[in-house]
């Protein structure tokens, strides 16, 4: 056993440490103390690591969060140029890890781990994706965001960030099981449907090939990447501040939680702090967010299924919600309010009083929509026993959020790392144990109540006066007054636009509890002014990459319920 | 006082209720939900969610982000500079600039052509927060349609404010707000702020600051 580097690692390091270096005593394998404990090692010797890192009884890695690779082209020095970078989570001891796999420069390639966490699957089709990986043994391992046309790999650092590829209808892709289905056309009677690219029920683009035998679903394929814009190669090329307006656009119905996720993220590289009276804004708005994010997944699966009235109640609410937003920061959707330090300027003044109001507003309608739907025979026969996600199911598959506390799993991240202000508050986290459509309409409901029980014990906490926004130039833009009249403070903002806020070196990963999971930033900064490397763990991409698997048996319109009741998002699915 | 994970499954009943598998008096209670909006939207016609757009318009806060304004000095020039903050600041990059000499000595610069591509902008403001002139703002106008891609680049006649006029739907997202603590540039006679340096000092003597780390401060092998 040798030493690479002085100095002790922290507790969380050690524990893996002394764990790890008996059973992997070939010297492979290395922890490194980060941000989290990281694992490096190299391919080789990664699946018999992942298969440890679930089932050692003081590992349990269970939860699979996140796989994305980095270039590291232009960050000389490092082991190889690709690393393939998986951030996993203990739900039994609320812990998480990030393993690196250092691959080959040339050729690189990486043994899959399906076998070990299915929720690889898709990530590792990203992975192939985007970087030219070669994932031996995955069994479906073709392109998943950008189309059949592409060439090249779009998160590698030489490939141009302006190149652009045409889709001609001869790439469009045909699952195997449609092209099968033609052949079998005559002696076996099953169809083939093609729901999507667009299509009112799938919420967004996103396409789903079924194979029905009758009513039910034999085989699914579900296609995606229809709204592949690359916002992580875009990141790159914009400072960090300007990666805002691009993070609003990833879950657009609950836009200011990107910005607080990746802003706090950032702000952990800086080592700064937001302000008590920034940090309270920030958790109110999350969670107004979060009951909008709610009330478009629910009000919009119950107008799937025949609900329409619902619809208007929950919207009615939202509407409310967008104009304070509107108020703060001057846009309803893409909201672009958080900045890298605090917030892009102070609440308005009546901001207290709204958000009372709505307090008193929100409820009524709540109310109304339970009155209507959770003791109602058609929803009962609807959404009852169908799509049914199990415990053991919603773990493999990589699910958090709602998704998951509906399966039985009490991870929110909220409670298992308390950020800003959430360990104050007194709160619940609503689990269910049936982890059918109806489990999932219950938890949201039950979560919307909590939210407006954490914003009322803000609001009593809430400072009348104060900053909003850290007291660093370098971070945050001066007061107007100063640079309009003295130069000192001109150069700080000329700095701050032309150049770029100073991210010290190093890398993290930062998560929150997004609408629909946890939404994990991993942010790679060489010292530029820009991010070296922005990767975001979408909570939606693990969902949809199990709808195919949930479907089957079930009818198609229970498939269109069950889409309903996972919250995709194809903003922040296809990024 | 952290939060506790409690289990809402029992909390709706197993089995079907008698009373809901008889579908009629929850019929009767989804009625009277939906009636009861009804008869409180005819008593209270004035608080109905709903307007009728193109003649109603929703009332949006002095902070919306609408179509931007050049705004101009008194004697009606452009207070552009030209020093393309903003073209720098966009993400979208959507701004184009040419400078050009302005005749009047003490102007210097001025914008010979300020184009806003507006089938590129994302209205994130960030042009509005970078310029150190108050030389640009956003309006409350929001109906920015157009027939062609070659009308949808906005130029200075198309983006300027022209004196005595007004604007269409009133200013929006601006740097200063008539009495909410912001300062117009024109008054000089505000003490200015210290720079401030994030307040490293004290957070280090408390022992709150967060050093970050650097890359691979501590390895060793397993």
């Known amino acids: 056993m040798t030493e690479t580097a002085i100095g002790a690692l922290s507790p969380a390091s050690e524990r893996v440490r002394e764990r790890l270096s008996p059973a992997f005593p070939d010297g492979r394998s290395s922890v490194a103390d980060l941000d989290l404990p990281t694992i490096e090692t190299d391919p080789a010797a990664w699946p018999g690591l992942a298969r440890f890192l679930r089932d050692d009884p003081e590992m349990r890695f269970d939860l699979f969060l996140d796989l994305g690779g980095v270039d590291n082209l232009r960050r000389p020095g490092k082991r190889s140029r690709f690393e393939a970078v998986f951030h996993l989570y203990s739900t039994s001891r609320n812990e998480h890890l990030r393993a690196k796999v250092y691959l080959d420069s040339e050729k690189p390639e990486i043994p899959s781990v399906i076998d070990v966490w299915p929720a690889a699957n898709w990530f590792e089709r990203e992975l192939f994706d985007m970087f030219g990986v070669n994932v031996t043994g995955h069994p479906n391992l073709r392109r998943i965001l950008c189309h059949q046309g592409f060439v090249g790999h779009a998160l590698r650092k030489d490939y141009p960030a302006g190149q652009r590829w045409m889709c001609t209808e001869e790439d469009l892709y045909v699952p195997e099981l449609a092209r099968r289905a033609a052949e079998e056309a005559d002696h076996y009677e099953t169809v083939v449907v093609n729901l999507g690219p667009s299509h009112p029920a799938t919420h967004g683009t996103l396409r789903i090939v079924a194979r029905l035998d009758g009513e039910k679903i034999v085989e699914a394929e579900s296609e995606i990447g229809y709204l592949h814009r690359c916002f992580e190669k875009m990141s790159e090329t914009h400072t960090w501040n300007q990666v805002i307006p691009y993070t609003d656009r990833l879950n657009y119905c609950s836009s200011f939680i990107n910005n607080v996720a990746y802003c706090r993220t950032v702000e952990r590289m800086l080592g700064i702090e937001v302000p008590e009276r920034g940090q309270l804004v920030r958790t109110i708005l999350s969670e107004f967010s979060r009951i909008m994010d709610h009330c478009v997944c629910i009000g919009a699966n119950l107008v799937d299924t025949g609900a329409l009235t619902n619809f208007w109640y929950l919207f009615q609410c939202r509407e409310e919600i967008y104009s304070l937003i509107e108020a703060c920061c001057g846009a309803r959707l893409t909201v672009s309010y958080g900045r890298v330090g605090g917030l892009s300027r102070d609440v308005p003044p009546d901001f207290v009083e709204r958000c009372r109001s709505l307090l008193r507003s929100i409820p009524p309608f709540l109310a109304d929509v339970d009155k209507l739907i959770k003791r109602n025979r058609i929803v009962w026969d609807r959404f009852r026993g169908v799509g049914v996600v199990t415990k053991e199911q919603a773990l493999a598959w990589g699910f958090t959020g709602p998704c998951l506390r509906a399966s039985g799993v009490g991870y929110d991240v909220r409670k298992a790392r308390p950020y800003d202000f959430y360990d104050r508050f007194d709160w619940e986290v609503p689990v269910h144990r049936d982890g059918d459509n109806y489990a999932r309409y219950l938890v949201r409901m039950a979560e919307m109540r909590q939210s407006l029980s954490i914003i009322r014990q803000a609001l009593e906490i809430f400072p009348a006066s104060g900053p909003v926004s850290a007291n660093d130039w370098h971070v945050v833009l001066p007061p107007k007054n100063n640079v309009y009249h003295d130069m000192e403070s001109l150069i700080y903002h000329f700095k701050w636009v032309m150049e770029g806020i100073p991210v010290p070196e190093g890398e993290r990963y930062e998560w929150v509890e997004g609408g629909n999971g946890e939404l994990g930033f991993y942010v790679l900064s060489t010292g530029g002014g820009s991010p070296y490397r922005n990767r975001v763990r979408p909570p939606c991409f693990p969902l949809m990459a199990a709808f195919e698997k949930i479907i089957i048996g079930s009818r198609i319109s229970d498939a269109v319920a069950t889409l309903g009741t996972l919250n995709i998002i194809a903003g922040e699915l296809d990024r | ?222």
């Open chain 2, 1 to 222: 006082m952290p939060a506790s994970v409690v289990d809402i499954t029992d909390r709706e009943p197993r089995k079907i209720p008698f009373g809901v598998r008889l579908y009629l008096p929850e019929i009767v209670r989804g009625m009277a939900v939906t009636l009861g909006h009804f008869l409180k939207n005819i008593v209270h016609m004035s608080r109905l969610p709903t307007i009728l757009y193109p003649e109603q318009k929703r009332n949006y806060s002095e902070r919306f982000r609408g179509k931007h304004i050049l705004k101009s000095r008194e004697d009606g020039t452009l207070k552009c500079v030209a020093c393309y903050m903003c073209a720098q600041a966009c993400p979208a990059d959507c701004i184009e600039i040419v400078a050009g000499e302005h005749p009047k000595i003490a102007y210097e610069k001025y914008p010979v052509v300020f184009n806003i591509d507006m089938l590129r902008c994302v209205m994130c403001g960030f042009c509005v927060d970078a310029c150190p002139k108050d030389a640009i703002w956003m309006s409350r106008n929001y109906e920015l349609s157009f027939f062609g891609r070659h009308e949808s680049v906005f130029d200075i006649t198309a983006l300027a404010e022209k004196p005595n006029q007004g604007v269409k739907d009133g200013y929006g997202y601006r740097p200063y707000y008539p009495g909410d603590g912001t300062i117009p540039p024109a008054d000089a006679s505000v003490a200015l702020v210290v720079p401030g340096d994030g307040g490293r000092k004290e957070l280090r003597e408390q022992g709150r600051l967060h050093e970050p780390e650097a890359v691979a401060s501590r390895t060793r092998n397993a």
